[in-house]
Each structure stands twice: as C-alpha cells, then as structure tokens.
C-alpha cells in the first residue's frame, strides 16, 4: 500500500519566470534529474536506457514535489526512465489505440461520434513514460495555418460534430496567440457546441494559466471543459489549486482523468485520497483508465481483475459523484468501455 500520500504542501515554492521559460528550463536529462533528486548511481543506467527511447522532460514546478532521495516516490515513478522500457512484449505496440486508422485530416483524429481531436501541439511540459503517444509521429501531425483548412473544412461538412478536442501533446504547450486563433476557427463553426481541453500544463507548471490563456478562454462563446491529468494526490499542491480557481472563473468545467499505474496508485487508499483532494481543488473525477499496452509501458500494468477489485473496495470509501470510471480505450469501439 502507498503510504507517501502528502496532503499539504511540501514545502514553499516562488515560481516567478515565466511558463515559457520555465519549459525551456526542464530537466533533460537523466543525470541531472537523479543528480537534483539525490537518487544513487544504480538509477542512472537505467535511466539512460529509458530516455534513449524517449526522452526524458521533468520541469522544476513538477520536481519540487518529489521527494528527494526516494526512488519509490510516486510522482517520480511516473518521470523516471527504466531499464525496464527496453522490454517488448507482444502486445505493447507503437500504436495501442490504432490512431493511425482514424486520421481523415492532417491533425485530426476522430474515432468517436460527435466529436474531433485536434493535434494543436506536438509538445509536452512533461514526458510521462507511460504515454500511449510516446511514439506518435507528431511530425506528420503539427499543421501550420494554411494546414489546419483541411481539418477545419472537415468539421465544417460534418454537422454532427458536436465537439472539438485539443489534445496532443499538450495543446496548452502552444502559445497562445496560435491557440486563440484556432479556438476563433472552431468558433466560426455552426455547429459546434463544446471546446475540450486535454492538459496536464496547469498540473506540471501552474504559472501557464496566465493573463494571456484567460483572456481568450473567457471570451469564447463555446462550452469549455478542461480535463486535467492527475494520477496522485501529491501532484496536486497549492499552485496547482490556484491554477484550478483561476481556470474556474474562466467559466471552464474541470474534470480529471487518471492512469491506474503500477507503484504509482494501485491501491485504494491512494485513490482515495486523490479524489478527495481533486474535490478540494474543485475537480471532478472523471475517467480511471487502465494503462493502454504501448511499448515501453509494460512495468506500470494493473491486470483489469485487479483493477476491478480495487475499484469496487474504493466505492466503500466515496461518495457516488467522487468515484471515477474505471475504463479501457479498445480501438473500433464507439466509446470508452466500462470495467
């Protein structure tokens, strides 16, 4: 069982640059992050195996809530390259959720009905090493503004499309000059109704929810929801909270989504706490997702049996509306398919 669950803060941080620069300033490699968090040698080839294949990207808003010197630290299980991301198992794939086969405009993916995903950044303020993206081919996949025609005329023919996804990558490591310009396009749209945003930048830096991303967030006409990306309680410190009432008072919706993650919140006290914790920062829990099988992913499985099990022990420790639904995303289905 966790035991690491940190509900205040741990210790005071003054994040005064920038988002920007705080982004350009992120770890990047793995001997300087086991170097600031005091981790022994023993990690570091390891780590280097696993930012070989993908690279390693931990900013410092995100590192100041990991324990120095705990290598079981369940935010830095989440960043930490392995060794063990070198193994290959047969059915941890490149592709896991077969995006490929649902692209019909350059930056655009729609796999659900009544909705769009737009590719709005090939970046990310963290590298999570358990993201199903790891190996997308963001580079066939970040259109420039004569691009993004294509996608936009897609959504404009389509009148069933209700709602249009940001995604990415993390849509909010664009700057926001291109975003509000592509929220101004989806607004020209009749029929759309709803703007989803898909982010973990006010989790990893919570400086992004500036003046600057406020401002054309509130001027929009269309629905907003933000999803955030939490997986553990100890992400959430009060920057994070703030970032969460600043993105309130934009008029947004905020639910999260979480990854059920092996050493990281696979047990029931640890889920526990971070629904009630996301409520405190005035999130809905929303999705618990089992991991998708990418390649590189395999050390963080939780078995669905198990999953399930845990899932129905933590309803005897929630209310209804603070119980996320346990999920698998199986490419062809029509939706996200309850456990």
Same mark, same amino acid.
């Given at each position: 069982?966790?035991?690491?669950?940190?509900?205040?803060?741990? !210790?005071?941080?003054?994040?005064?640059?920038?988002?920007?620069?705080?982004?350009?300033?992120?770890?990047?490699?793995?001997?300087?992050?086991?170097?600031?968090?005091?981790?022994?040698?023993?990690?570091?080839?390891?780590?280097?195996?696993?930012? /070989?294949?993908?690279?390693?990207?931990?900013?410092?808003?995100?590192?100041?809530?990991?324990?120095?010197?705990?290598?079981?630290?369940?935010?830095? !299980?989440?960043?930490?390259?392995?060794?063990?991301?070198?193994?290959?198992?047969?059915?941890?794939?490149?592709?896991?959720?077969?995006?490929?086969?649902?692209?019909?405009?350059?930056?655009?993916?729609?796999?659900?009905?009544? !909705?769009?995903?737009?590719?709005?950044?090939?970046?990310?303020?963290?590298?999570?090493?358990?993201?199903?993206?790891?190996?997308?081919?963001?580079?066939?996949?970040?259109?420039?503004?004569?691009?993004? /025609?294509?996608?936009?005329?897609?959504?404009?023919?389509?009148?069933?499309?209700?709602?249009?996804?940001?995604?990415?990558?993390?849509?909010?490591?664009?700057?926001?000059?291109?975003?509000?310009?592509?929220?101004?396009?989806?607004?020209?749209?009749?029929?759309?109704?709803?703007? !989803?945003?898909?982010?973990?930048?006010?989790?990893?830096?919570?400086?992004?929810?500036?003046?600057?991303?406020?401002?054309?967030?509130?001027?929009?006409?269309?629905?907003?929801?933000?999803?955030?990306?939490?997986?553990?309680?100890?992400?959430?410190? /009060?920057?994070?909270?703030?970032?969460?009432?600043?993105?309130?008072?934009?008029?947004?919706?905020?639910?999260?989504?979480?990854?059920?993650?092996?050493?990281?919140?696979?047990?029931?006290?640890?889920?526990?706490?971070?629904?009630?914790?996301?409520?405190?920062?005035?999130?809905?829990?929303?999705?618990?997702?089992?991991?998708?099988?990418?390649?590189?992913?395999?050390?963080?499985?939780?078995?669905?049996?198990?999953?399930?099990?845990?899932?129905?022990?933590?309803?005897?420790?929630?209310?209804?509306?603070?119980?996320?639904?346990?999920?698998?995303?199986?490419?062809?289905?029509?939706?996200?398919?309850?456990?």
């Amino acid at each position: 069982m966790q035991e690491n669950i940190i509900i205040a803060d741990k !210790r005071p941080t003054t994040q005064t640059a920038s988002w920007q620069r705080q982004l350009s300033q992120a770890i990047r490699d793995p001997a300087t992050l086991c170097q600031r968090l005091s981790l022994s040698d023993e990690w570091l080839p390891g780590a280097q195996t696993g930012h /070989q294949l993908f690279d390693i990207c931990v900013p410092d808003a995100y590192l100041s809530r990991i324990t120095p010197g705990d290598p079981d630290d369940p935010l830095l !299980r989440q960043v930490l390259p392995l060794d063990d991301e070198a193994l290959t198992p047969h059915n941890y794939v490149t592709d896991p959720l077969e995006e490929a086969d649902h692209q019909p405009a350059k930056g655009l993916i729609q796999k659900y009905a009544g !909705r769009v995903l737009l590719i709005a950044s090939p970046n990310c303020a963290i590298n999570c090493r358990y993201c199903f993206r790891r190996h997308f081919p963001y580079g066939d996949n970040s259109p420039s503004k004569a691009q993004w /025609q294509e996608a936009l005329d897609y959504l404009r023919a389509d009148t069933s499309i209700h709602e249009a996804i940001l995604s990415g990558g993390d849509p909010l490591a664009a700057n926001d000059r291109q975003l509000a310009w592509l929220v101004e396009q989806l607004e020209s749209i009749p029929h759309l109704k709803r703007l !989803r945003i898909h982010t973990r930048l006010p989790v990893v830096i919570p400086d992004r929810v500036d003046d600057a991303l406020l401002g054309w967030l509130a001027s929009t006409h269309l629905q907003k929801v933000v999803v955030l990306h939490i997986n553990h309680a100890n992400e959430i410190d /009060q920057a994070v909270i703030d970032a969460c009432s600043r993105l309130k008072q934009a008029g947004t919706t905020l639910l999260n989504q979480s990854v059920l993650l092996r050493g990281v919140n696979d047990d029931v006290a640890t889920l526990a706490v971070l629904s009630e914790r996301l409520f405190e920062a005035d999130i809905l829990p929303y999705y618990l997702h089992v991991l998708d099988p990418v390649q590189g992913a395999a050390h963080f499985d939780v078995p669905d049996k198990e999953a399930r099990e845990l899932v129905t022990e933590l309803r005897d420790h929630l209310p209804g509306f603070l119980m996320p639904q346990l999920v698998r995303e199986i490419p062809g289905k029509g939706s996200k398919t309850p456990l």
